[in-house]
């Protein structure tokens, strides 16, 4: 390709709106428009990143016996209601009307539509394990869109679902996709961890996320200099403060409640009124609002929403509070507001007996209840935020902390979707099970954005060679030279018959332009054909991200850069 036919509109200027490098790159190198808040448009230049990304994360899900396929991006609100989600999910969902006045919302995740499909397709034992993909746009309508492809409202999102017989196997699915993510991201060029991460009210089951180490990154990580502990800061800070432990079991009866998911639902199951259920999702598992909230996923008004069902109260100090109370800036509000939370029990259900109450794992109820004398108001306030510096749960090692970017998240699901949406199997002895699932979902956009986070400078991006749009630029320094513009043609056809990715800046611009934009747009190779090249015949190689300068004999330069 050459430049003078590419539309790669490079900027000179810092664009106001963008407060991450990632994003002002983005937007001054050619790669990104904006269309509305969180919405863009990929240049050619972005789409041939993404593309390489998705190959290599193609290539390596297929190693794993990932079959890819495609599911809609309109959903209908039916599978939705029948999985519970549609009135827990909140306003992230985007929901939309057809002609019919039929309810719909834009794909935020198909666990839905894969378990539906599932159901429909999937028998016998025979049939599993079942590894299936897509790479697709998702659409999460967030609180607050930012950072230009770090936080979109549209993204792509490369998203795998496990099915297996039992635990054991999930365990296998499991593994393969840690192996597989690690391959990706190692293969993209990226300084990576997995870290541990909560897994909220699914309870017990694991989840790793993987996080590309930038201090730009929104999340903070905890990791033992000594072993291999690592965990994001809501993991290892809510285990220690001992949640859990701080809450006895209940003595009370527990009933199994499958599908019952509303305080109406569970309400009619139990026969009584509504205002007798509380919802415990605040109050028992309150690790997973808590961890939502330190992400930012969740504002005050949906907890107030939340906690309406359940007539229980948050009190929260504001982030703009928390901001002046702390010096925070903007954005990371939420770790350091944690403290802060307070929970305080609404009088009214302090006074119910013989309520219902969650069970604090999937599908059960406890009966019975009397929240004055099962529950403990104030068991929120115990939670403290783990340090750097503090010792290792595992080996008594010292934590440091680092920042990162949360590229993937791997999930053991259990029967949570199975259960509800009836996706069953018959087993070797011809009974009905439930199907185990994971999920496995890798930020596709994200990543390209994460790359650039961790690998620029003050002149632009810095490619890794994997991921890069092009290997190579050929820059002939004065355009009106005839023998310069013919040689340099040469070494970009030559080149790209060898398989080396080249871009030819053909453009009558000055030499500094074209310089400039190179490093700014981050090609790994840059070849400069000079006055030097037609006398001497050597042209300048140099290297993007060391700076390091080679001068080759033109008749070598194919072979030594291949
Ligand atoms: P976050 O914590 O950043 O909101 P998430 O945990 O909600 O992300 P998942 O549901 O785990 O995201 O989705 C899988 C992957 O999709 C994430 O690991 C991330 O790489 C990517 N992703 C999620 N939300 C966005 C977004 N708004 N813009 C771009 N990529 C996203
Ligand atoms: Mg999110
Ligand atoms: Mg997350
Ligand atoms: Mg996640």
Redesign the pocket.
Known sequence: MRTTQMLMPTLREVPAEAEVVSHQLLLRAGFIRKLAS?VYTYLPLAMRVLQKIERIVREEMNRQGGQELLMPIIQPAEIWLESGRWHVYGPELFRLKDRHDRDFCLG??HEEVITLLVRGEVRSYKQMPLLLYHITN?Y?D?RR?RFG?????E???K?LYSFDRNEEELDVSYQKMHEAYTNVFTRCGLKFRPVEADSGAIGGSSTH??MVLADSG??AILYCSHCDYAANIEKASLPAAGLDAAVPPLELEQVSTPGQKSAAEVAQFFGLETSQVIKTMIYRTDKELVAALV???RDVNEIKLLNVLGALTVELASETEVQQATGAPTGYAGPVGLKKIRMVADHEVMALVNAVAGANQGDAHYKNVNPDRDFKPDLVADIRMVQAGESCANCGGTLEEARG?????I?KLGTKYSKTLGATYLDENGKEQPIVMGCY???????M??AIEQNHDADGIIWPASIAPYHAVVIPVSAKDQGQMELAGDLYDQLNRLGVETILDDRAERPGVKFKDADLIGYPLRIVVGAKALSEGVVEVRQRRSGQVDLLPVDQLAEKVK
């Not at 492809?149 to 409202?153: F, K, N, V």
């Not at 979902?441 to 990543?447: E, F, L, P, Y």
């Open positions: 969180g935020p995740t998702k999460r967030e869109p492809l770090m936080r979109g409202r993204f792509i999102m998203d996320e993987f929104e999340a992400r930012g996923d970017i949360e590229v993937g998240q999930f979902g890798i930020g596709v956009s994200r990543t954005a994460a």
